[in-house]
């Protein structure tokens, strides 16, 4: 139940709509409770009119609620047994009407509430995931953070609504009965409530194995959801290694998992629903009997009206009871879907902005001196007292291997991950003393692995710009070379396109990438690999693009392949997280290193690709 206690802010926001909603739960149980009063006043008036035989006025009056008194008291003067119990009937039915109506505003009040607690928290959630930094998402499926945001969100609004209105129900009704049955006979009303305590005792024990299995399911939920989204999105890799039927037995084993904990829980809740309903019959039974034996052998004060009201009281208790199970279901299982929510809602993320955090305007002179760094999840050294000086302006390529740490370099630049050691700083101010959102607008960036969004191929060129111009848009599009393949599309720029972008090649999200990057025109442009996917003759007429995009802006450009036709300032060759070499073209060609068996070897490919023969 601690766990919940994350949810007091909601319901102080809508604590007027939380409290009218009580207050309309007390009205409808209010009127719900007068019913058998009225129908024991109408039984003991035929009793008495009739003269029916075995019939024995009571000692004294009851002690009915005095709305109902002085309903009584008016029914007196009208003489007529007939018209009394037609209109007794039609009280009763308008009591009915008006526990409805506000049962109807109840629900309309604390059911709502909980929408919009739903609303707030799915969007608290949603909000504090995108401040998690990257280190936290190669930590987490997707899957797992679909759950907590949907399902473990969904069964807390179970509690801030069904489970908040059924308990308010159960008190408000227990409450006016037990005070009713007390004013009507207190005996009877102890031997009639024996059986609840041992209903508390049960409800104390099986919540408890509630929990533990409702934490198991929601565990196994995950699991579940995340072999899904896997499955989903690696589609097409599964089909093409003939793979379909090792991931069903994958999802199968999964799903028999969540199964065996649903099926584990609902036995226990089979048991435990029906226990309650047998106690709450039990309570019944004790009426009758015990009434019985009471007006049979004249004493108490009791008659069948006494009788039959104390069987609708016990009827009437028999839902909200019967419910406690149902209510202590749902709240053990928001307390553990919530614990699952505050496990992600206190985690802080490991990149922030420091306090006093400043803009900067970024031109492009940037200082990396002895750098290191270890990826938190791996613990693999990406970078080893790595030092370069870039001037604004200059173009820089950083080729080297495969896991060199080329693209770590992007990613400590736009500052996804912090340093172990040195210092990176931008216009001579540390990285870590510049906000991260303005250090990151003021960069472009396209990554090696390109990733577009479910919308339109507009939409997806103009993603880091606001109101973007859909000139400006064809302009970037004519900048990377994928004008053309649009204007070929059905809806030519508002053409919807799949899922990260399935529905086109590698070459064309590559290129669009590349046109989103150049549309929000920055000083400083990143280039992680992005022409891997495209042909030669696209290649360098993009090539030739940023030649003249590129003039006044300074690039970086990490790449695997050496682009001749692109004029660098400095060429960095890393290997294995350190610099391996640092000059022009012609300087590294000079060393006879590491570059120039790279540049070697790629003049060679493209010869043998020139002349196959």
Not at 324 to 341: P, V, W
Request: charged share 20%; aromatic share 10%; hydrophobic share 45%.
């Amino acid at each position: 139940m601690k766990h919940l206690k994350a949810l007091n802010k909601y319901f102080w926001k809508y604590r007027i709509r939380l409290g009218v909603g009580v207050i309309f739960v007390f009205l409808s149980n209010y009127f719900n409770v007068l019913s058998p009063q009225v129908t024991g006043f109408v039984i003991d008036f035929v009793q008495r009119s009739l003269q029916l035989p075995g019939y024995k006025a009571p000692a004294r009056p009851p002690d009915y609620d005095r709305l109902v008194e002085y309903f009584i008291s008016w029914m007196e003067g009208i003489g007529s047994t007939g018209r009394v119990v037609a209109l007794c009937g039609v009280t009763i039915l308008f009591l009915a009407l008006i526990r409805g109506f506000f049962l109807f505003l109840m629900r309309q009040t604390i059911i709502v509430m909980s929408r919009y607690i739903e609303y707030d928290q799915k969007n608290e959630v949603y909000s504090h995931y995108q401040k998690l930094d990257t280190a936290f998402y190669k930590k987490n499926s997707t899957g797992d953070l679909m759950n907590r945001i949907s399902e473990d969100v969904s069964r807390v609004r179970m509690f801030t609504g069904p489970a908040i209105m059924y308990l308010a129900n159960l008190v408000a009704i227990i409450s006016l009965s037990v005070f009713f049955m007390l004013k009507r006979d207190t005996e009877l009303t102890m031997y009639v409530l024996a059986p609840l305590p041992i209903l508390a005792v049960t409800i104390y024990f099986v919540n408890n194995t509630i929990n533990k299995k409702s934490e198991r399911i929601q565990e196994s939920l995950s699991a579940l959801t995340t072999n899904a989204q896997e499955s989903y999105s690696g589609i097409r890799v599964i089909k093409s290694f003939v793979q379909e039927k090792a991931m069903l037995g994958f999802f199968t084993r999964n799903s028999e998992e969540y199964k065996k904990n649903a099926i584990s829980l609902a036995r226990v809740e089979a048991i435990y629903f029906p226990s309650i309903t047998l106690l709450i019959g039990l309570s019944t039974l004790m009426t009758i009997m015990i009434g019985g034996l009471y007006y049979i052998h004249g004493g108490h004060n009791i008659g069948i009206n006494t009788i039959v009201e104390f069987v609708m009281y016990i009827n009437m208790l028999t839902f909200p009871v019967s419910a406690i199970g149902l209510t202590a279901s749902m709240i053990q299982r928001a307390a553990a879907s919530q614990k699952r929510i505050n496990e992600f809602l206190k985690t802080e993320p490991v990149i922030q902005n420091d306090k006093g955090a400043i803009d900067i305007i970024i031109n492009g002179n940037i200082s990396f001196q002895n750098v290191s760094f270890i990826y938190p999840h791996t613990r693999i050294r990406a970078l080893s007292n790595f030092n370069l000086e870039i001037k604004k302006g200059q173009k820089i390529a950083i080729v080297g291997r495969t896991g060199s740490g080329k693209s770590t370099i992007a990613q400590l630049l736009l500052r996804m991950y912090d340093i172990n050691e040195g210092t990176i700083s931008f216009e001579g101010v540390d990285i870590r003393k510049i906000d991260m959102h303005g250090l990151r607008r003021q960069i472009s960036y396209v990554p090696q692995d390109v990733f577009l969004f479910s919308d339109t191929v507009s939409n997806n060129i103009s993603f880091g710009v606001d109101k973007a111009k859909q000139e400006a848009v064809l302009d970037a599009s004519r900048q990377a070379s994928v004008d053309r393949e649009i204007a070929g599309f059905s809806s030519k720029f508002e053409t919807l396109i799949g899922e990260r972008g399935v529905t086109l090649s590698g070459g064309q999200k590559q290129r669009i990438s590349i046109a989103r990057a150049l549309l929000k025109n920055p000083g400083l442009v990143i280039f992680d690999d992005c022409l891997s996917a495209v042909d030669a003759r696209t290649e360098k007429e993009i090539i030739s693009n940023l030649n003249q995009y590129l003039q006044d802006k300074t690039a970086i450009i990490i790449t695997h392949r050496i682009f001749s036709l692109l004029h660098f300032d400095k060429i960095v060759v890393l290997d294995d997280g350190k610099m391996a070499e640092e000059g022009t073209h012609e300087e590294l060609l000079a060393l006879n290193g590491q570059y120039a068996s790279l540049y070697n070897r790629q003049q060679e490919q493209e010869k043998v690709l020139m002349n196959p023969q």
